[in-house]
């Protein structure tokens, strides 16, 4: 009898695992579709196929489910993000480009994640205790991401810039790939995200070029 103990909760914490993914993958979706406000409980349980009272149990209130929807979202979408490109003969702009489009090409194929962040900040606001979390996670991702293209882009270029310079050129790079993501969003058709990634990248580097004390 004592063999048999284990397995069956080794079973139930499966299932348990299981029923915690469902929900989480059903939230995310709705989230990233309705914003936080349109997204209710038995709408999670509709898409889930799982009961209220199971969303309950494993996250404790709406707000709960929030915050592990922006955790595990942002997990993923960290995962799917380029690594930084092997060096090579290729130059550091040649690999910023290279990560650019993978990243363009990652925002393509799973979008739900960026989608999900903006639609709870513009809903919520920083301010609002349950989206303060998701929001700064999704800010630090951008910054972390377009610090390391920024990076890539002057290490083997002529061109010294200033700790502050370079902060001052990642947020342009993250503020222009979320807005490309979004007018994406809109008119796929006619904003290409690839290359208006390509284009960030050939702006970076000319306004580095600028910034650059030399250059005055």
Known sequence: MTSKSPTRLN??????AESRTRILEAAHKLMAERGFTGTSISAVSRRSGLPASSIYWHFGSKEGLLASVAQ???ERFLRGLPQQPP???ASGADRAQTALATAAAHLEADPEFLRFFMLIALER?????ASAEPIRRGHDLAFFSMRRI??????????????SAVDELTRFGAAAGEGGFLAHQINPDGVKLRRHFELIGLAIRALATQMDPKAH
């Open 11 to 16: 079973l139930r914490q499966q299932q348990g």
């Open 72 to 74: 595990d979202g942002a």
């Open 87 to 89: 060096k090579g003969k």
């Open 125 to 129: 606001g920083p301010s609002d205790e």
């Open 150 to 163: 920024v990076e890539l882009t002057l290490e083997d270029a002529d061109i010294n810039l200033a700790p």
